[in-house]
């Protein structure tokens, strides 16, 4: 086998391997603040159906440890406020970049009181979640996911 054939197939398997690593795509250009708000919207998203411990499961490993799954969707669930639907469950997000390791998001969630649709109230909520990277994976601080 050429010289030439070895660095074309070396150089092959390398972008083809590459194209299998953790998925990150700041190869494509995103930023810290852009896979967050992916990982915010995830979470906003499970927040509104209710997926308390697919939501549990996206925390970080000392906020998992400080309150377990079932404690943590209780305490989700007792609530009498449920998140508002789809667009105007959120207003005024804003990211940032602490550290390459650390973003927080900031925004308002409204909150509606569970119940009659007659009886309905609404209320607006601040929220200041800390995201994390852990094992390349970036991870919300449970401590700040609470409902009012």
Not at 64 to 73: G, L, P, T, V
Not at 113 to 122: D, F, I, N
Request: net charge positive; charged share 20%; with cysteine.
């Amino acid at each position: 086998m050429s010289p030439y054939r070895r660095v074309a197939i070396l150089a092959t398997l390398t972008l083809w391997l590459l194209c299998f690593l953790p998925g990150h795509s700041i190869a494509e250009g995103a930023t810290h603040g852009d896979l967050v708000r992916a990982h915010f919207d995830r979470l906003i998203e499970r927040w509104g159906y209710h997926e308390w411990w697919s939501m549990w499961e996206q925390g970080t490993s000392q906020s998992r440890s400080a309150i377990s799954k079932d404690a943590f969707a209780q305490r989700m669930e007792s609530s009498r406020w449920q998140l508002a639907c789809c667009d105007k469950r959120l207003r005024g997000l804003q990211i940032k970049s602490v550290s390459s390791q650390h973003v927080v998001v900031s925004a308002i969630l409204l909150f509606e009181t569970k119940g009659s649709p007659r009886s309905v109230q609404e209320r607006s909520y601040p929220v200041n979640l800390n995201f994390y990277l852990e094992e390349e994976q970036w991870r919300v601080d449970l401590s700040g996911v609470s409902q009012p």
